[in-house]
């Protein structure tokens, strides 16, 4: 089935450091591609999307690539701040039906040090 | 603002009682989505509305639980003779709906409301 799998964490970086978050996802269908963003006691916000391969996404210097040769859309950023913590998921659309319902990973806490 | 709106925020409930949860989507957004987000867990999706049609519904987990969007916009999440294992986050998402193959209008999120079951 549909399914996202998502670097465990927690991760623990000092400001400025590089950030990668893996992602993988079931080779099943065209889906679009989502890193959404979860800061403490609020809901989900989406942090950029990818609809098709090779897309890169890209938002507040943050980028994920959607790789279709190896099922991926890993996280990346060239430097983390302390602002950037908080829980990330990535998330796929089901590949079947007309219903565009996602489909998330775990999540990956991510906590930045000064 | 004029993002999704959720209310409660928190809710607290005995066991056994029944519980509404309501969801404002964005004005003029056609699809909106309910899903179950237990704790340290990604959220799960529950049930899919295009304007008032409930068309998905695969994810609701039991007969007890119970949505619906009378008019296309506000949606309210019921669940009846609620169990301790429904303590969760409950998340609503609204978004534009699909404007063509091509084009995949993304998700927009409430805050969701914490459903404690004492």
């Known amino acids: 089935g549909d399914s996202v799998t998502q670097m465990e964490g927690p991760v623990t970086l000092s400001e400025e450091a590089f950030l990668t978050i893996n992602c993988t996802y079931t080779a099943t269908g065209y889906p679009s591609l989502f890193w959404y963003v979860q800061y403490p006691g609020e809901g989900l916000q989406l942090l950029l999307k990818?609809?098709?391969?090779?897309d890169k996404g890209s938002n507040k210097g943050f980028e994920a690539t959607y790789r279709k040769e190896t099922t991926s859309f890993h996280l990346e950023k060239g430097s983390v701040q302390v602002s950037d913590s908080a829980v990330y998921f990535c998330?796929?659309?089901?590949?079947?039906?007309?219903?565009?319902?996602?489909?998330f990973g775990s999540g990956t806490q991510l906590t930045v040090l000064p | 603002g004029a993002g999704v709106s959720q209310s409660p925020r928190y809710k607290v409930a005995k066991r056994g009682q029944d519980v509404a949860l309501r969801c404002d989507p964005i004005s003029g957004h056609v699809s909106l989505f309910w899903y179950q987000q237990a704790l340290g867990q990604g959220p799960e999706f529950l049930t899919y509305?295009?304007?008032?049609?409930?068309?998905?519904k695969s994810g609701l987990p039991s007969d007890r639980f119970f949505a619906e969007r009378p008019e296309g916009s506000v949606s309210t999440l019921k669940i009846q003779r609620t169990q301790q294992e429904d303590s969760a986050v409950y998340l609503c998402?609204?978004?534009?709906?699909?404007?063509?193959?091509?084009?995949?209008?993304?998700?927009?999120f409430g805050d969701g409301t914490r459903l404690s079951i004492l």
């Open positions: 990818a609809t098709k391969a090779d």
């Open positions: 998402a609204s978004s534009l709906g699909d404007r063509g193959r091509l084009l995949y209008q993304p998700q927009h």
């Open positions: 509305f295009q304007n008032e049609a409930q068309l998905d």
């Open positions: 998330a796929r659309t089901i590949s079947s039906g007309s219903a565009r319902q996602l489909t």
